[in-house]
């Protein structure tokens, strides 16, 4: 049974709890404003270049390009996650994660490898202790730079040309405002025409294709430098939310323990005055 | 008019209606006035220019992609300043070291490519600063 003395302590701890995970909010949204404008920057150019590749890229043959043709048979698959370092951000590593390890087991049979591509210790470690086949891991991710993306884009093209495997997902986090984020798991290589897309008869120059062998590698680097910047902002803004809660929650229970705390605290008195009373009154009998 | 969009991955750098466009293309230059048809192309380090209302803007661009199509030109470039924006000084001196690096490469030398284009963009970025006045 707690003693009066517990409870205070406790009461202390929670309060001090608070102020960290306050403190941290306060941290996150500001460095959610930083990714903000940073995702702001990328986001209209990303988009574009996803419009105009696929615009460019829609009629063309299948064989013109490695990087187009889909393999008739896809039996190693790469799953290209991102994640963050650090954790206190609620679901937000935990849903990339699981999204990963749920296709890797629906699709058990269907595949004969599905190998990860990981960003963010949190992700690493969870598919690591699941014994997932984890191809690169990259942490301590300082900054997201045109050099990262570049080695990155490299790899992953290096990885499907090589056979390695015959089809890559990329899954991040897609940052729909402060309080919504979800889970994105798509096709990435080979690219996919999006069906909306309208075959445009441009006149070329140079031919198409050498436009199209310039324009891949910088849609799939500019896709994967978005998808980090995505996935950061996400992280920033789970973060965010994550301790909103976590800061609420002590409020409420330091105003349970201090209720338990008062109630205990009477208890006391009043079982003290009863026996002083009863004591009196035993005395005056005799 | 046309309705001419310049972005680059940093930021939208032009958005605006104008009367023509002028950039250089992997074949060279060419001009997009309005009815232009759909058209395609790599751009090469260089100058980008417009205008608007008899105005003409200069920027310089280190390459990138273009593309028309229904008067709505898009220009999806790696960086684009205007006159204002550049650091003459700077890209002079960068032009000099690698005019001076260039000239004691050899052609096969693996970093002979990214001097020449490091040279490209010096001279494009002064060639558009020497526009402001």
Same mark, same amino acid.
């Given at each position: ?6 409870? !205070? ?15 941290? !909010? ?17 986001? /209209? ?12 890229? !829609? ?17 190693? #698959?790469?799953? #290209? ?14 849903? #990339? ?31 690591? !202790? ?16 045109? /050099? ?30 402060? #309080?919504?984020? *979800? ?21 070329? *120059? ?23 910047? $995505? ?20 409020? $409420? ?27 009196? /009154? ?5 | ?24 293309? %992997? ?12 058209? &395609? ?9 417009? =205008? =608007? ?6 920027? %310089?661009? +280190? ?8 008067? =709505? ?6 960086? +684009?300043?205007? %006159? =204002? ?5 700077? %890209? ?13 490469? +050899? ?5 002979? &490519? ?5 040279? &490209? ?8 600063? +020497?526009?402001?006045?």
């Amino acid at each position: 049974m707690a003693t009066l003395r517990d409870i !205070k302590r406790k009461i202390g701890s929670v309060n001090s709890t608070q102020t960290i995970t306050r403190t941290m !909010k306060m941290v996150s949204a500001s460095k959610l404003r930083r990714a903000q404008t940073e995702l702001e920057k990328i986001k /209209e150019y990303a988009l574009k270049m996803e419009a105009l590749t696929g615009r460019v890229v !829609k009629n063309m043959p299948e064989d013109a390009h490695p990087l187009l043709a889909a393999r008739e048979e896809a039996k190693k #698959v790469l799953i #290209v996650s991102i994640g963050s370092d650090r954790g206190l951000c609620g679901g937000f590593n935990a849903n #990339v994660a699981l999204t990963a390890e749920n296709f890797a087991r629906q699709n058990r049979d269907t595949y004969e490898r599905v190998g990860m591509y990981v960003f963010g210790r949190k992700i690493r470690d969870y598919l690591g !202790k699941r014994k997932a086949d984890i191809v690169k891991d990259w942490v301590d991710i300082k900054k997201v730079d045109q /050099e990262l993306v570049d080695t990155v884009a490299e790899e992953l093209i290096g990885l499907y040309l090589s056979g390695e495997f015959d089809k890559i997902y990329l899954s991040y986090t897609y940052f729909a405002s402060a #309080v919504r984020q *979800e889970v994105v798991f798509e096709e990435f290589i080979p690219i996919k025409t999006p069906e909306e897309a309208e075959y445009v008869d441009y006149i070329c *120059e140079p031919e198409r294709i050498q436009i199209v062998e310039s324009l891949i590698p910088r849609y799939i680097s500019t896709k994967i430098y978005y998808s980090l910047i $995505e996935s950061q902002t996400s992280e920033h803004a789970a973060r965010m939310s994550a301790m909103e809660n976590a800061t609420n929650n002590c409020g $409420e229970m330091v105003r349970y323990l201090t209720l338990v705390y008062n109630k205990r605290r009477q208890e006391g008195i009043t079982n003290e005055m009863l026996d002083i009373v009863g004591g009196a /009154e035993a005395l005056r009998g005799t | 008019m046309l309705n001419l969009e310049i972005i680059t991955p940093e930021k939208t750098v032009v958005k605006d209606e104008v009367d023509l466009v002028e950039a250089t293309g %992997a074949d060279g230059e060419f001009g997009i006035m309005p009815g232009h048809t759909q058209f &395609l192309t790599t751009l090469r380090i260089g100058e980008i220019r417009y =205008k =608007k209302n008899g105005e003409t803007t200069y920027l %310089a661009s +280190s390459g990138g992609f273009a593309e028309v199509v229904d008067d =709505k030109v898009t220009l999806l470039v790696d960086t +684009s300043e205007t %006159a =204002k924006e550049i650091d003459v000084e700077r %890209a002079k001196k960068a032009m000099e070291r690698a005019e001076s690096l260039l000239k004691t490469m +050899s052609y096969d030398h693996t970093e002979y &490519l990214l001097y020449e284009m490091a040279l &490209l963009r010096a001279i494009a970025r002064i060639g558009v600063a +020497s526009k402001k006045l």
